[in-house]
């Protein structure tokens, strides 16, 4: 199964597991439908083509409390760039199914004696992120956006990849991706 694929699968499985498909657009249960019958599909360009039903998805935030809209935000995004993640070319990485980018650490405080809250921003915007590495405002560290989880009581929207760098080539990818896959 297609990397992409899979992640977008897990975007179903958590909507659904947030049980308020009823609170989502009416037609929540074809986009189920037509997403599952993607894991089948092999061939990029028609699994591109069969994407163009995602771009249009959407949800109404104020329906839900922060916990669930972070969840909904992340699988909204996961789905609607579906389509052109498939740009990407052929792939086996789970990356190529995700945001990923480098972010500056604008804001730093402690949860525990081992976790930092991180406010990071990036050119694909600015999350949360918790983290036990030692960090400082101002570093530049390579994220990934996973799904939302709370870690030690805040929110986390994304992971920390990698410790402080100066240039993507620091990065030993295939250790990343051993990382993030176990989250799929």
Known sequence: MDPRIKVALKAIEIMEKLQHSKLLRSDFHVLTSKVKQL???EDLNYLKKECDFLEKFSYDSLKFDSKINAEMKWCTNTLKKLKSRFDKGKSESI???LDVGVG???TTSKVSDKLTVCRISSKIG???VITNLSVKKGNRLPFVI???TVIGGVMSEAMFVWGPIKSLDEIDWKKVEGTVSAFF
């Open 104 to 106: 500056e650490i604008i």
């Open 146 to 148: 996973l799904p939302p």
């Open 95 to 97: 990356l190529v199914g």
């Open 126 to 128: 600015d999350f949360t």
């Open 39 to 41: 894991q089948w599909i």
